[in-house]
């Protein structure tokens, strides 16, 4: 059920009423306050031996920097092939490459002398890159390796990162998606389909693997300034494009609450996948207008050739197929999250641009 709107926001940020919108794009929904529902622990022990994958991404990076706020966290191995920047004793770097044959044996050698019971997954590409077998081998091949060192180490707890992009940039998006949905990335997002084969064997695993405690992760887009990714440097700049006829809504999470989600699962186990996002989207031209961009509106038809132009030639930072952000919106349902791990983010997505752009919503009533 949407919650009351708690801010008065005039035309900053407007409501959608053309065809069937999600009932997500509720602008700053008022949150209420549940009681958690009660999680269950660890039967192993209280105490977390974790290992790593992905030290330099945002959810590595930042599970290592706060291994307090974890829980009991005695170890902490990283695989990867640069170390973790952190002065934490309790972090073991272990140089390894994910795309190399033999890494899931060492892997799962290091883990067992550690008696690791807690393995966090996040070797995963957030920018599109033009070396497509070797992103295949890291994400795919990588995911793969990982699971087999999991078995063979008898690790009891698997966490991977995914993104609610792996849904796929559609006209199928236009009502708040569940985490049952199909995903059509590797269709619309040709670069996230090695995302989209990691979260098929991961569901093997899961199948064949009850055993072990195994959630996915997808998060909303992540949008903060010291986030280099896609979105955040198109939001930066002062001139920004967008489709005649088109206007898609957003969802974006904040750092500070999807590292709350991962610890929650990292502590506490919670088998499944969970959609980590917002009550509340905001439409894309509502966000120029919150930014004081200029907005520059382009016929699809001239823009799509024109940016699959731009990445052939190797100019553009962006796969052309990411020009579906500004047709479809993207917008999933997160009550599964909210019901099962009690997660209810501390920033709507309203709260998350405003953040962004350094900016209040006085002036804009």
Request: hydrophobic share 40%; with cysteine.
């Amino acid at each position: 059920m949407p919650m009351k709107p708690r801010t008065k926001t005039g035309n900053a940020v407007r409501k959608r009423t053309a065809g069937k919108r999600p009932s997500a794009s509720k602008i700053a929904a008022k949150k209420t306050v549940k009681k958690r529902p009660r999680a269950r622990r660890s039967d192993r022990s209280d105490v977390l031996s974790i290992a790593v994958t992905g030290s330099q991404t945002l959810v590595g990076a930042g599970i290592l920097d706060g291994l307090d706020a974890v829980g009991n966290v005695e170890r902490a191995v990283v695989f990867d092939v640069q170390p973790p920047d952190t002065g934490d004793p309790r972090v073991v770097y272990h140089q390894l490459d994910l795309t190399q044959p033999g890494a899931d044996a060492e892997m799962a050698e290091v883990m067992s002398q550690h008696k690791t019971n807690c393995f966090l997954h996040s070797a995963f590409l957030w920018n599109t890159v033009r070396d497509t077998e070797w992103a295949h081998e890291l994400e795919s091949v990588g995911t793969d390796r990982v699971l087999a060192a999991v078995v063979r180490a008898g690790v009891g707890k698997l966490v991977v990162t995914s993104s609610v992009s792996v849904y796929g940039i559609t006209h199928r998006n236009a009502t708040p998606l569940s985490e049952d949905a199909a995903l059509f990335s590797a269709r619309t997002l040709p670069p996230w389909s090695d995302k989209v084969d990691a979260e098929a064997a991961v569901k093997r695993f899961t199948e064949s693997h009850p055993e072990v405690c195994t959630t996915v992760i997808r998060s909303a887009l992540v949008l903060d300034p010291r986030v280099d990714r896609a979105i955040s440097r198109t939001l930066r700049n002062r001139v920004m494009p967008s489709l005649l006829g088109f206007d898609p809504l957003f969802q974006f999470i904040h750092p500070h609450d999807l590292l709350e989600a991962y610890r929650r699962c990292i502590r506490e186990d919670h088998p499944g996948v969970f959609n980590i996002t917002t009550e509340d989207a905001i439409a894309l031209s509502d966000i120029m207008r919150l930014g004081s961009k200029v907005r520059v509106k382009l016929p699809h038809v001239l823009a799509l050739p024109g940016y699959r132009l731009l990445w052939t030639a190797g100019i553009g930072d962006v796969h052309w197929s990411f020009l579906n952000f500004l047709r479809f919106s993207l917008v999933t349902d997160g009550s599964r999250a909210r019901r099962e791990l009690g997660f209810v983010p501390e920033r709507s997505t309203l709260d998350t641009v405003l953040e962004f752009y350094g900016k209040s919503l006085e002036g804009f009533e």
